[in-house]
């Protein structure tokens, strides 16, 4: 069945640092991809999606490349800021639009 | 897109209780779906709900332990059941509008 895989975290950076948190798919077709931040306390955000191959979502700074040929969906940032500070969920729209998640990846940023 | 209204937002329950989960939404949706994020996990699809039939359980929930009901296009409530500690997660609601999904804030439960 479909399935995502995310980079274990937790991810600790200092401020300005270059952020990369790996994710990959299984499914069949090509659904949308999607990025999910959780910050401290609060519920789920859509940070940014992909349709379809090649797109590239972007937000506050992160971007993602919808990568067919190597089934990935990598979410970057230049420069992180503490405030980036959440858990960042990677996953995609299966079948009859239900969400499949990965398992989060926890980010901290230092000043 | 959508917004999503879910009470309570936070409860601790005794064991062997169930509590009742509220989802409203700004507009109709076909479909509304209920995950659980148990701590330090990732969500968990449990359920698909469709006004005028019966939720669609995912493997491993079923509906004697959390009953569904989806009155009308933009309400539903999810029952967790005969609570025990290991219940203990936030439950969040979701609707998907245009290929994306919108969530509310969540109910966090504890169960002791």
């Known amino acids: 069945g479909d399935s995502v895989t995310q980079m274990e975290g937790p991810v600790t950076l200092s401020e300005e640092a270059f952020l990369t948190i790996n994710c990959t798919y299984t499914?069949?077709?090509?659904?949308?991809l999607f990025w999910y931040v959780q910050y401290p306390g609060e519920g789920l955000q859509l940070l940014l999606k992909?349709?379809?191959?090649?797109d590239k979502g972007s937000n506050k700074g992160f971007e993602a490349t919808y990568r067919k040929e190597t089934t990935s969906f990598h979410l970057e940032k230049g420069s992180v800021q503490v405030s980036d500070s959440a858990v960042y969920f990677c996953?995609?729209?299966?079948?009859?639009?239900?969400?499949?998640f990965g398992a989060g990846t926890r980010l901290a940023v230092h000043p | 897109s959508a917004v999503i209204s879910q009470k309570p937002s936070r409860d601790i329950c005794q064991r062997g209780t169930s509590l009742t989960i509220q989802c409203q939404v700004d507009?109709?949706?076909?479909?509304m779906f209920w995950y659980r994020q148990q701590p330090g996990q990732s969500l968990t699809l449990i359920a698909t709900?469709?006004?005028?039939?019966?939720?669609?359980?995912e493997s491993g929930f079923v509906i004697d332990k959390f009953p569904i009901s989806r009155p009308n296009l933009t309400f539903s409530t999810l029952t967790v059941s005969n609570m025990s500690p290991e219940d203990s997660s936030i439950y969040l609601c979701?609707?998907?509008?245009?290929?994306?999904?919108?969530f509310g804030q969540g109910t966090r439960l504890t169960v002791v």
């Open positions: 979701s609707v998907d509008r245009g290929s994306e999904a919108f």
């Open positions: 499914a069949t077709g090509y659904p949308s």
């Open positions: 992909a349709t379809k191959a090649d």
């Open positions: 996953a995609l729209m299966g079948g009859y639009n239900k969400l499949i």
């Open positions: 507009s109709q949706v076909t479909m």
């Open positions: 709900a469709n006004q005028g039939s019966e939720a669609t359980y």
